[in-house]
């Protein structure tokens, strides 16, 4: 493997591994702060591509289906948090997987109503639509490198909200202790709704970005579903920095893994929790 | 308690003997779905030992039912049926030793993790299966046989009938009961269950926590590898979405919706929701929506299933008796 090939499959590595990163601290956040299991972050996802893909035919524009897609998926998470979320904080984790396992059902139905279940490729927008000749057979599309830079500031985005801001500190306050925290007069109720919110906004987002370099289909969420969970486990629940890094580890596992070990690339990234799991059960940044 | 458990013997007689005479009232179609429901029951069946007994929500036991379908695929000859007498203990020491390394892995953690980690094996064992050409990729395998009862040359039992076939799984189903059942009533259980909800007490007290829920999550999932046997025998088919998530949620779903913690509950839990699927698919083309509106109204509605709904239908001194099971429902998250 020459050195420009390399550079771009570890190029690719990483903007799988952010996109990963996007989608997984969502789930981390909202299991962090609400103590609620959504395994219905995946269909979010999947939801995510597919508003973008409808609304960019219908509008013609990527900026607006953008936009779009993600104000439609906050609201929704509010809507959600609101009618059904709110009555799970608290429950046993079981009512939980079932309750989402029903949202799945639901949301895939509805899906299936309002977009059909046909494979659709979303355009990129057209001033990111070239690509970067690297050698004589070797180009880069720019919507890749854009993708990059998009979730490289998003993921510095989360950061300075959790680690700089005052949302950010009742968050992690919350996060460390939901009662004391409640008893210092945090209107926590309201903390969980935007977090809840901002959760699948960060599901769809990470849908809306893949869909112009990747198809959109169906089960498009399901696999994200189990790579979130992987990287939460990787990372430890509740840790935006450890979904960070087990985020760029799978990225870069599953990429590298697909180049050198086609015929077991698939079981890499679980033969990898496994490691971890023998050696941190609680994750790499997992409290004990 | 004794006439609570008497009530319990009436009811399951009954069911016992509707069963049995099953074969003879219906038709073929009916004795068909009955003995895919019996299978269907007996992995919510096993699936309850590990999370109503034990407080562990797996999110694989779909894993080890298609895996034993994969495994009789495999030792299934070109030319006829594979020996049950080898096939089915060599699926069930293969299963169990794929559900001793995943338990081994899995129960280092706790609560959330558990579910997570449990999906994600769960999900490897399915792409093993969908991405690498072991068992014919994302087609599947075909069985074309089913497997022989025979001895000495003489079939003793020929599943190739739908009605043998019926009486070989309840045959097995009742089996498994019983095993479930006694397990539960030993030191065992009683181990499981104080692990269950309180898992530093149970400790504390000398119990070998992790040991017993190993011993669990293997025995589970031998009894979901028996059910996934006959089930890739039934179908002469196994492919790789029978060893998906979905399916391990829609057992969860059998389970909370006949009532944990008892042997009763998640087979009644699998017939209720295979005969209402029936019903959804035969009235509505858009079935899973309503399938999942039911599953959000049975967690808000009907936490403690239909053991609870029984509990309030019931009349009042019956109601008593039936209290305590619906009690045993734990309301508060019992992973700290």
């Known amino acids: 493997m020459d050195i ?65 897609a993600l104000a439609i998926a906050f609201l929704l998470g509010i809507a959600l948090e609101e009618v059904f979320v ?95 925290t409640r008893a210092l007069g945090i209107p926590f109720d309201l903390v969980n709704r935007y977090v809840f919110a901002g959760g699948i906004a960060l599901a769809a ?19 994200m579903l189990i790579l979130s969970f992987v990287v939460v486990v990787l990372g430890g629940i509740g840790s935006v920095a450890g979904a960070a890094i087990g985020a760029l580890l799978i990225g870069l596992t599953d990429t590298f893994g ?21 050696w941190r059960p609680n994750g790499l940044l997992g409290k004990a | 308690m004794t006439s609570r458990l008497s009530h ?34 007996m992995l919510a069946l096993s699936l309850n030992l590990v999370v109503g007994y034990g407080g562990l929500v797996s999110m694989c036991h779909a894993a080890f039912f298609g895996l034993a379908g994969y495994l009789l695929a495999f030792m299934t000859p070109e030319s006829g049926g594979a020996s049950i007498w080898l096939s089915l203990p060599v699926t069930l020491a293969v299963v169990a030793a794929v ?28 792409y093993l299966f969908h991405d690498t050409k072991i068992g014919g990729g994302s087609d599947g395998l075909y069985i074309y046989f089913k497997p022989e009862i025979a001895l000495a040359g003489v079939t003793l039992v020929d599943l190739e009938s739908h009605r043998s076939f019926y009486y070989v799984t309840l045959a097995c189903l009742l089996g498994t009961a019983a095993l479930v059942r006694a397990l539960v009533g030993s030191p065992f259980g009683h181990a499981l269950v104080a692990a269950k909800s309180n898992e530093r007490r149970a400790l504390s007290l000398g119990f070998p926590v992790f040991r017993v829920r190993l011993a669990a999550f293997v025995i589970s999932a031998m009894i979901a590898a028996l059910a996934g046997f006959f089930s890739a025998a039934q179908f002469g088919f196994i492919a790789p979405q029978v060893l998906g998530w979905h399916m391990s949620a829609t057992a969860l779903v059998m389970v909370v919706l006949g009532g944990l913690s008892s042997i ?43 053991q609870q709904l029984l509990g309030l239908l019931l009349p009042e001194r019956a109601k008593d008796e039936i209290k305590p099971a619906v009690n045993a429902v734990p309301e508060v998250a019992p992973h700290v």
Not at chain 1, 151 to 166: D, S
Not at chain 1, 258 to 278: N, R
Not at chain 2, 20 to 26: C, D, I, N, R, V
């Open chain 1, 86 to 180: 709110k009555r799970m904080i608290g429950r046993d984790h079981l009512a939980q997987v079932l309750l989402s396992f029903g949202l799945i059902l639901v949301i895939d139905e509805l899906r299936q109503i309002l977009f059909g279940k046909d494979v659709h490729s979303v355009a990129p927008p057209a001033w990111l639509g070239g690509s970067i000749q690297l050698t004589e057979v070797l180009s880069y599309p720019v919507y890749r490198l854009a993708l990059c830079v998009v979730c490289l500031v998003l993921a510095g985005a989360i950061f300075y909200v959790l680690q700089k801001t005052r949302l950010g500190m009742v968050v992690r306050a919350g996060a460390e202790n939901r009662d004391m």
């Open chain 2, 8 to 41: 319990q013997t009436l009811l399951a007689a009954l069911l016992l003997a509707a069963a049995t005479a099953l074969p003879f009232l219906a038709g073929d179609y009916y004795v068909q779905f009955a003995a895919k429901a019996i299978l269907l029951a």
């Open chain 1, 205 to 223: 987002l990470g849908g809306i970005l893949v869909a112009p370099v990747s198809t959109v289909f169906p089960g498009m969420g399901d696999g």
């Open chain 1, 258 to 278: 697909k180049v050198f070990f086609p015929q077991i690339s698939s079981i890499l990234i679980y033969v990898l929790m496994a490691g971890v799991l023998l």
């Open chain 1, 4 to 68: 420009v090939t390399f550079a771009v499959q570890l190029l690719n590595g990483v903007q799988y591994g952010l996109v990963l990163f996007l989608v997984a601290s969502g789930l981390t956040l909202v299991f962090g702060i609400l103590g609620v299991i959504n395994l219905a972050h995946g269909a979010f996802y999947m939801l995510g591509a597919y508003l973008s893909w409808y609304l960019a035919s219908v509008t013609g524009s990527f900026a607006l289906a953008f936009v779009g």
């Open chain 2, 99 to 126: 559900a001793a390394v995943i338990g081994v892995l899995s129960l280092r953690t706790r609560g959330v993790y558990f579910i997570m980690v449990t999906l994600a094996f769960g999900e490897m064992l399915f």
């Open chain 2, 264 to 306: 009763l509950g998640p087979i009644a839990g699998a017939l209720a929701l295979l005969g209402l699927e029936e019903l959804l698919k035969s009235s509505f083309e858009q079935w899973k929506l309503v399938k999942g509106l039911i599953i959000i109204a049975l967690v808000f509605a009907l936490p403690g299933g239909l």
